[in-house]
């Protein structure tokens, strides 16, 4: 887990900065990252969803995602017909409107629901914001690569993916703490 200077009392505050430092972290570990999900697609726990379930549940209750909304304004996203005129008809738009002011080539990026941190439509969220970031779906070893695209958006994907490699003994990550992690934690100390 990437050491945040907001870590008090149990809860992880997300802020730019700490947003920054798993974009970075991830990105500059993909390789490790990509090694770690060939060696889960080999030899994985038969109870890898169970883990992984448990893992997601730890971190969203450090985290309040509700205070986040990274995935808001970076993910592109796909909504459905219904869903398009549920989001229309809560920012009283109608659904022409609407998509010649957000939907481009079919998707929608930044959503236009956020306001500041928070999701203005959250109780009747679509159902892919509403899953997000998909740790809790059944099958998680087959949908690797989208986990690989989330860890470096999403705090709570980031921090289970991290402590997923140690809680399954991943013999590189038992060997040896990556050295750019040990950075990332030292510079969130000195903040």
């Given at each position: ?6 870590q ?125 970031p998909?740790l ?56």
């Amino acid at each position: 887990m990437v050491q945040n200077p907001g870590q008090q009392g149990g809860q992880i505050t997300v802020n730019a900065e700490y947003l920054q430092r798993i974009k970075v972290f991830s990105e500059g570990n993909e390789i490790e990252n990509c090694d770690f999900r060939a060696w889960l697609k080999n030899y994985a726990p038969d109870d890898i969803d169970d883990v992984v379930k448990a893992l997601s549940q730890k971190y969203f209750a450090l985290i309040d995602c509700k205070e986040c909304g990274n995935c808001c304004r970076v993910l592109e996203l796909e909504f459905t017909e219904p869903e398009l005129r549920t989001i229309a008809k809560s920012m009283e738009q109608s659904i022409d409107e609407f998509k010649k002011r957000f939907v481009v080539e079919g998707l929608v990026k930044p959503c236009p629901a956020l306001k500041g941190n928070l999701c203005s439509i959250y109780e009747g969220r679509p159902d892919v914001c509403r899953s997000y970031p998909h740790l809790e779906k059944p099958d998680f070893i087959f949908r690797l690569y989208g986990v690989l695209d989330n860890i470096a958006i999403c705090p709570i994907a980031f921090n289970a993916f991290e402590e997923l490699k140690a809680k399954v003994k991943w013999p590189k990550y038992r060997a040896r703490r990556s050295r750019r992690m040990r950075e990332i934690e030292t510079k969130g100390d000195e903040a």
